[in-house]
Structure formats: C-alpha cells, structure tokens
C-alpha cells in the first residue's frame, strides 16, 4: 500500500506543478504602461495621419491651375481678368493659341512680377478650352 501512496503523490506533485499558474495580485490595480496591441495601433495611426497628409500635399501641389477670363490685348502684350478674383494677369510662357478678345481658359501658375508695384503675371503652360468671345459688360448685366 505505501507504494500505491506513493506514486498518487507523485502524480499530485506533478499536476499541480504542469497546472499551476502565476498567481495575480489581490487588488485590480490599473496597469501603468499600455499593451503592446496599443503601442501598435499608435504607431499605426501616426504612420497613417502622415501618409493622408503627404498624400494630400503632393496632389494639391501638382494639381492643374487655371485661370478662366477674357484675353485683352493692349500696349503692354496680352493679359487675361480672372473671373474669379477680377484681377488683371499679363501672360508670358506658352501663348499660341490665345486669343485676344475671346473668353478663355488657360492652364499654368501665378508668378511673381519682375517689378514691383506691377500687373500680376500669369505663366501659361496651354489653352485648356476656348469659351469664344467675350460678351460684352453691357449685355451680360442686361440679361440678369
């Protein structure tokens, strides 16, 4: 009988060691420092913020401008009145294929005048659409 005593002790002693487990503190003590699964999530997040906003600093630096307007010519050359901001632009660069006294849309980029004090200066890259002639001021206040 002792030796059948004796080998339940053994199989309890090695049970219990197999099964136990680390033992947790009494009270529910927050933890201090945050889970791996957060520091991830964080560092995912920043990655993706950063990401968005690169993204959209390189589209909207590269983006077509244009300006849309009427094509005066005077003694000075040719210079285009935006529609939107009603400033008057002198054109230089790629001018084939604009027309004085027509409406038009041109692709390009403001720059900065040579001059103080000058006309603002329209760099066009192409014509992106000939709207026709310009209406007159008269007649488009008219139809309103």
């Not at 503190?25 to 201090?32: L, T």
Request: with cysteine; charged share 20%; hydrophobic share 45%.
């Amino acid at each position: 009988m002792t030796s059948k005593h004796f080998w339940s002790g053994v199989l309890i002693v090695v049970l219990s060691v197999v099964l136990a487990k680390p033992a947790k503190a009494a009270g529910n003590f927050p933890s201090i420092a945050p889970s791996k699964g957060a520091v991830v999530a964080a560092f995912a997040g920043v990655a993706a913020a950063v990401v968005i906003v690169a993204v959209v600093i390189i589209h909207k630096s590269s983006s077509k401008r244009t300006i849309t307007g009427c094509v005066n010519s005077g003694e000075h050359g040719t210079s285009v009145i935006d529609d939107k901001d009603k400033h008057s632009y002198a054109l230089f660069g790629n001018t084939t294929g604009i027309k004085p006294g027509n409406r038009m849309t041109l692709q390009g980029k403001k720059t900065k005048a040579k001059e103080a004090g000058k006309t603002l200066v329209w760099e066009t890259k192409q014509v992106v659409k000939d709207f026709g002639v310009c209406q007159p001021l008269d007649s488009v206040l008219m139809r309103r």
